[in-house]
Nanobody, 124 residues
Framework: VQLQASGGGLVQPGGSLRLSCKASGPISGNAAVAWFRQAPGKEREFVTARRWNGATTSYADSVKGRFTISRDNAKNTAYLEMNGLKPEDTAVYFC??????????????????WGQGTLVTVSS
């Protein structure tokens, strides 16, 4: 499975964006799909993850209540809805998948497939 991320752009503080992560083929219900982000000079940071079938979802404290992960199974696509964006959300956002859910879902090295990244810039 290959992933293609899209939807980034420039947005003002308080604005919204929706990122997409399209997989080249179907994803198993127990697979994990996640979004990470990486700001310049920083390590890749966990944002959110969910079991593809939705049974488990987790968010970083920094985005809880503002970001929502979802998926459209028919389109093999995961989404990251981002509201109330802040300048500190500026980063390249990556989606990743792994075949089975793991309790280490917040660690980037657990993921076996990555999209190419999409840049989100929050600035006035």
């Amino acid at each position: 499975v290959q992933l293609q991320a899209s939807g980034g752009g420039l947005v003002q503080p308080g604005g919204s964006l929706r990122l997409s992560c399209k997989a080249s083929g179907p994803i198993s219900g127990n697979a994990a799909v996640a979004w990470f982000r990486q700001a310049p000079g920083k390590e890749r940071e966990f944002v959110t993850a969910r079991r593809w079938n939705g049974a488990t979802t987790s968010y970083a404290d920094s985005v809880k209540g503002r970001f929502t992960i979802s998926r459209d199974n028919a389109k093999n696509t995961a989404y990251l809805e981002m509201n109330g964006l802040k300048p500190e959300d500026t980063a390249v956002y990556f989606c990743g998948t792994r075949p089975m859910w793991t309790t280490n879902y917040y660690r980037p090295y657990e993921y076996t497939r990555w999209g190419q990244g999409t840049l989100v810039t929050v600035s006035s």
